[in-house]
């Protein structure tokens, strides 16, 4: 059996789109974030920023972008 490429150099493999598109869309869901916005965009780009600085791990990057651990802290929809 084949093991999936899972990125250890901060090049996004299939797999780790994967990985990225669904904490991006539990973290859109949770908070009410339209696709397509200025917020989900936002939130895209630090994602992507993470992984490339060496952050491979989903909850790692889930807690990160929730603002969890330090670091980033995206701006709550307000409504």
């Known amino acids: 059996m084949i093991k999936p ?31 397509g ?13 993470l992984f490339s600085a060496g952050v491979f791990d989903e909850v790692a990057i889930g807690r990160r972008l929730r603002g969890e651990t330090e670091g980033f802290s995206p701006r709550r929809r307000s409504g």
């Open 5 to 35: 490429h899972a990125s250890e150099s901060g090049i996004a493999y299939p797999d780790d789109l994967v990985l990225l598109k669904r904490v991006y869309d539990q973290i859109c869901e949770e908070r009410g974030i339209a696709v």
């Open 37 to 49: 916005s200025s917020e989900a965009s936002d939130l895209a780009i630090e994602a992507m920023r």
